[in-house]
């Protein structure tokens, strides 16, 4: 019997995806947003969306 390897928990960077550019972008805006929706009834929850927000804003950078 061979070994196997399981690929369960690996992770494909995004920069390898095509349309890595437009999905960050997506995903920057949608994280801004929540943020300013949720910035006054819940703020760590606000504090997280905008901490994602910057680490995607980052990744974007990286990118381009």
């Known amino acids: 019997m ?3 390897y399981c690929k369960v928990g ?3 960077p995004i ?3 095509p349309n890595a550019i437009t999905m ?3 995903q920057y805006q949608n994280f801004m947003d929540k943020a300013s ?4 009834s819940n ?3 606000g504090e997280f969306f905008e901490l ?3 680490k995607i804003q980052k990744a974007l950078k990286e990118l381009m």
């Open 2 to 4: 061979e070994k196997q």
């Open 10 to 12: 690996t992770v494909t």
């Open 15 to 17: 920069a390898a995806q």
């Open 24 to 26: 960050l972008e997506y």
């Open 37 to 40: 929706n949720i910035q006054y």
């Open 43 to 45: 703020t760590k929850l």
């Open 52 to 54: 994602k927000a910057i």
